[in-house]
């Protein structure tokens, strides 16, 4: 199965649009102004999503919503309080309320059915938020998480059992799923297989996004979980935790997917375990996921010892807002890191780039030199210089075989590739934390070291450009993330 990435597009159906007014924020509806690019206006997309029977609703207001025995009226609905924590959010500050986002409701009122007023996964669509955030939408949409990865949903739809509720891939991978399951506060394990296909399903036709909106912020109440600046912005978890038990060596999927951090609770390794017991037992592919920028930011999940002390991580583990200081500037929701907001005040735009291209360039050498290391081990004990990597990797990547049998590669060099792939799935090339990065790479080299690896000659290094060394250590990064969709 190729891993494919689907752009978001909100399809246009007839509705009455002629029967709803819309007006700017404060009002009901929303904006008329255009998205840019030839797109719909947000207006018209926010109208295509909601139903026919909803057709000619007219707006009762929030009041409306709760008269009676309705949403946070004196009726025991499993909703009751959402309206009066609705109350002390901006939104409600801003008269921004119900029928916003679900549309107008006097039919839904009259008669509540499940078609009559915006609900499930169109609610979900970004496109409800953007009539009033415009500009946070579109850079959302240039950003990664706008897309998905088709593969994991689509596993997950197949073998709900094993990628749904065992390995929770729609945890990370589908928006949908997270802000149903989730953040709703079910036990996934319990969840009904076709609850979970009907999520999958409804993730590809409906709401193709890795992470919308309401995936990290909930749109009814104020959490208390702060922005960096100390805002509240209603975001569903943390955005600085140090206590990372929760993602640390072997943890389960039902840990690491549900950790308390708005970022990492998705960008960590996922149980990434350097123990020997670990690296002997699990050689068909590296086992840390892809994305673990989170146990890197830490210094969580190398092998670390044998070597001298260095330490784990670095100030950027410790300020304000950890991720998304960096990666959010201003709140910037295209996720692109900016040197001269990132990284003020404590680095010149001109200071933070000069320190990036120089650990870049640093980490890459010594990876490169490490790999050329294991290779060099492997052609003289193998006979096979790809032999130093992991079975499923040999076998559907390199075209040469199966590979030597993992019970006679020695475990210096499983602790070595180990260190290999956590710093390049990390993607940062020790940009989060050079001190942990060149610590693993030291760790690496003394294990090769004690097998009699010998080490790359200096002047092959130079010979090597950085960005034929950058091209050789992706091509890995790619061939893992590949294995480990096609598991």
């Given amino acids: 199965m190729k891993s494919r990435w689907f752009i978001t597009l909100i399809a246009i159906v007839p509705v009455a649009a002629g029967l709803l007014a819309l007006q700017s924020c404060g009002?009901?509806?929303?904006?008329?102004?255009?998205?840019?690019?030839?797109?719909?206006s947000?207006?018209?997309?926010?109208?295509?999503l909601l139903s026919a029977d909803q057709a000619g609703s007219s707006y009762i207001g929030a009041e409306g919503c709760v008269a009676g025995t309705c949403h946070g009226g004196s009726g025991a609905r499993a909703d009751v309080s959402v309206y009066q924590h609705w109350k002390d959010t901006k939104h409600a500050d801003k008269g921004v309320n119900c029928e916003r986002c679900h549309g107008p409701g006097s039919k839904h009122a009259a008669n509540p059915t499940s078609t009559n007023i915006l609900n499930g996964p169109k609610l979900t669509s970004p496109v409800v938020c953007a009539q009033c955030h415009g500009p946070i939408y579109d850079q959302w949409n240039f950003s990664q998480h706008s897309k998905i990865v088709v593969d994991p949903v689509e596993d997950l739809i197949v073998n709900p059992t094993t990628y749904g509720k065992n390995s929770r891939c729609g945890s990370c991978h589908s928006g949908l799923f997270r802000t149903e399951l989730n953040e709703g506060g079910v036990d996934i394990a319990n969840v009904n297989n076709?609850?979970?296909?009907?999520?999958?399903?409804?993730?590809?036709?409906?709401?193709?996004?890795?992470?919308n909106c309401v995936t990290c912020h909930n749109p009814h109440k104020n959490t208390g979980n702060l922005t960096d600046t100390g805002d509240e912005v209603q975001l569903r978890h943390k955005t600085f935790n140090d206590v990372t038990t929760p993602i640390g060596p072997g943890q389960p999927a039902s840990s690491t997917t549900t950790f308390d951090h708005i970022c990492a609770q998705c960008h960590n390794g996922r149980g990434a375990n350097p123990a020997d017991s670990a690296l002997?037992?699990?050689?068909?592919?590296?086992?840390?996921h892809d994305s673990n920028q989170y146990n890197m930011l830490m210094g969580l999940?190398?092998?670390?010892?044998?070597?001298p002390v260095t330490p784990s991580n670095?100030?950027?583990?410790?300020?304000?807002?950890?991720?998304?200081?960096?990666?959010?500037?201003?709140?910037?929701?295209?996720?692109?890191?900016?040197?001269?907001?990132?990284?003020?005040?404590?680095?010149?735009?001109?200071?933070?780039?000069?320190?990036?291209?120089?650990?870049?360039?640093?980490?890459?050498?010594?990876?490169?030199?490490?790999?050329?290391?294991?290779?060099?081990y492997a052609l003289a004990h193998y006979g096979n210089r790809d032999f130093w990597?992991?079975?499923?990797?040999?076998?559907?990547?390199?075209?040469?075989?199966?590979?030597?049998?993992?019970?006679?590669?020695?475990?210096?060099?499983?602790?070595?590739?180990?260190?290999?792939?956590?710093?390049?799935?990390?993607r940062g090339y020790g940009v989060h934390n050079a001190p942990y990065a060149r610590h693993l790479l030291t760790i690496a080299n003394i294990n090769m070291e004690a097998i009699d690896a010998p080490a790359i000659s200096a002047s092959r290094s130079l010979t090597t450009s950085f960005n034929e060394k950058l091209k050789v250590i992706e091509q890995d990064l790619a061939r893992a993330r590949k294995a480990e969709l096609e598991k």
């Fill in 27 to 40: 009002g009901e509806g929303g904006p008329t102004s255009g998205s840019g690019g030839g797109l719909p």
């Fill in 42 to 48: 947000v207006s018209q997309q926010f109208l295509a």
């Fill in 194 to 211: 076709s609850v979970i296909v009907e999520i999958g399903e409804r993730t590809l036709d409906t709401v193709p996004h890795t992470a």
């Fill in 280 to 288: 002997n037992s699990g050689t068909s592919r590296p086992n840390m």
């Fill in 301 to 307: 999940g190398g092998v670390e010892a044998g070597g």
């Fill in 314 to 376: 670095t100030a950027h583990a410790s300020i304000p807002g950890q991720c998304s200081k960096c990666h959010m500037p201003s709140s910037t929701h295209s996720f692109t890191v900016s040197y001269d907001k990132s990284c003020s005040p404590c680095h010149t735009a001109a200071d933070a780039a000069a320190r990036v291209n120089t650990t870049k360039s640093d980490i890459v050498d010594k990876l490169f030199a490490l790999r050329t290391r294991m290779e060099e």
């Fill in 389 to 426: 990597d992991y079975t499923s990797i040999i076998t559907a990547e390199y075209g040469t075989g199966t590979g030597p049998n993992q019970s006679t590669v020695p475990i210096q060099l499983k602790r070595a590739r180990h260190n290999y792939y956590f710093i390049i799935r990390d």
